[in-house]
């Protein structure tokens, strides 16, 4: 069944680049002074990418876990509204950069208030939202106290992958689990309040949002992290060896960007075992981000169809090799538990008639990248006279350079053709591929903040061959102006968005 999507225009943004005085963006005040910016701009859909806790290289898309939130985007203002910190203790953060993210200070100066936090909490038994959080732990038990426990144990062994913890942990042995609860309670504690106010605050974020009109989009990476909560506990669903190590990993071949394909290193999911589980685990997930985004993208989405599987001993993904993915089966026991879900189809790179096909019988829209069209011909399915209207159009995505950055670096040949298409000087450029994302036939139009503010290179937002300084970039307060609100609203207007 095809969802009826409304036309519809937004804006991708992830949190963690809002203006605020503690390092990083969150959920707080600067989110919502961006919801009333969206509404100024006639603007329906705001997009965000994952939001889970992030490890090592502060990745959206390699959380410890699918289910959490990531506490470094909680709000200390809000925790000061809530009567858990004083103003007191928020009045004097580091000297934190204004225009990047330094997530190792930024952590540690949210962690410390959060801390700080949970400790006032446990201290009133009577603390007016005692009752919530009884019952948000009674909620989200299923996920929640194997994650809190994982956390707890990680912050024990000095942030070390759980693979390299003493044996009895790494293998979930009932006895030391329940040593392990009693030693280390007051950090589970801290971790389980964490998870409380992250879905507290977000709670009103969705709130927020709803008054003004705004639906929100969420990533859901389709593999999860090799050291996360989730391979940790539930090994069974993965392929894995005696010692929790995976046989196989997940990537994609070679092809014309890379001889020896990417490999990216994740487990691979056991979908026998899921299947005969109902695909539980999958359906929890799924649930759960209904939770917090009103549509899910799905990431990845040829993967479900078929994916790349290479041996986890090989350096690179040349020697891998294409496996069945669990294919409608999937999507058919999420519809019969969870009704129908919204769900986007990330379907980029070399995509295969079978998947289109799998797309197309599931009604997903898809996406289009304007960034990706210029370097063929005019049958280029990129080009906005190739679209049909249940696509997604976007100017580029979070993997993209901006589209300033992308002009200035692509091939003469690129260039010229978008200027010719496009009808545009090289100055115009940005906001001529904004008004033909807006002029499409695509049912949603999603322009990356950056091309909103026309930057360059010095903006993007990941490099995906780049191991560190990515996720970084962040706007400073008054950079998004009332006139940008207003060229957005008239292209809404113009083009029935």
């Known amino acids: 069944m095809t969802i009826m999507w409304p036309r519809a225009a937004g804006i991708l943004a992830h949190p963690t680049s809002f203006p605020s005085p503690h390092g990083v963006g969150d959920i707080g005040p600067g989110l919502e002074r961006f919801f009333d910016f969206l509404a100024t701009a006639g603007q329906t859909l705001w997009q965000t990418l994952p939001l889970g806790p992030t490890g090592y290289g502060a990745s959206p898309y390699a959380t410890l876990s699918a289910f959490a939130g990531n506490p470094a985007l909680i709000s200390p203002e809000r925790l000061v509204e809530d ?17 990047r993210v ?100 977000w709670a009103r974020t969705r709130d927020e949002a709803s008054q003004r009109g705004v639906r929100i989009i969420g990533d859901l990476a389709i593999f999860v992290a090799h ?25 994609v071949p070679p092809d014309y960007f890379s001889k020896t394909g990417q490999r990216w290193g994740n487990p691979l999911y056991r979908w026998d075992i899921l299947r005969d589980s109902g695909y539980r685990w999958w359906v929890d997930r799924v649930r759960q981000a209904l939770k917090v985004y009103d549509i899910i993208r799905l990431d990845h989405f ?6 790349w599987e290479t041996p986890a001993s090989s350096p690179d993904a040349a020697s891998g090799m294409w496996k069945p993915g669990p294919g409608a089966d999937l999507f058919h026991a999420i519809r019969a538990e969870l009704g129908e879900v919204p ?38 399915h990129d080009l906005p ?28 040949h690129e260039r010229a053709y978008a200027l010719a298409y496009l009808g545009c000087e090289p100055r115009n450029v940005v906001w001529a591929m904004i008004r033909a994302a807006y002029a499409s036939v695509a049912r949603m139009a999603i322009i990356p903040l950056q091309d909103v503010l026309e930057l360059g290179s010095e903006a993007r937002m990941n490099y995906p061959s780049r191991t560190a300084g990515n996720w970084e970039w962040r706007y400073a307060e008054g950079d998004l102006t009332f006139a940008h609100a207003q060229r957005l609203r008239k292209l809404v207007e113009l083009y029935g968005r």
């Open 302 to 307: 040829r993967g479900f169809e078929s994916y």
């Open 83 to 99: 009567d858990l910190l004083t103003e007191t203790d928020i009045a004097e953060p580091p000297a934190f950069p204004a225009r």
């Open 227 to 251: 050291d996360s909560a989730d391979v940790w506990s539930r090994p069974d669903y993965f392929f894995l060896d005696d010692e929790g190590q995976p046989t196989v990993v997940a990537g």
């Open 343 to 380: 769900l986007i189809a990330e379907d980029l790179g070399v995509i295969t008639p079978e998947v289109r096909a799998l797309r197309r019988s599931l009604g997903f829209p898809g996406m289009r990248v304007l960034q990706f069209a210029f370097g063929g011909t005019a049958r280029n």
């Open 385 to 412: 006279h190739n679209y049909t209207p249940n696509s997604v159009v976007y100017t580029g995505t979070h993997d993209n350079d901006t589209t300033r950055g992308w002009f200035a670096a692509t091939a003469d």
């Open 102 to 201: 330094d997530y190792a200070a930024a952590t540690a100066w949210k962690t410390r208030l959060l801390v700080s936090a949970c400790a006032r909490f446990m201290e009133q038994r009577r603390h007016p939202l005692r009752a919530a959080y009884d019952e948000f732990r009674e909620q989200n038990a299923d996920w929640l106290d194997d994650f809190a426990l994982f956390m707890a144990l990680k912050e024990a062994h000095e942030q070390r992958p759980w693979v390299e913890w003493p044996r009895r942990y790494a293998q979930r042995e009932r006895r030391a689990l329940a040593e392990a609860r009693h030693a280390l309670a007051d950090s589970i504690a801290q971790h389980r309040f964490a998870q409380f106010m992250f879905f507290r605050q």
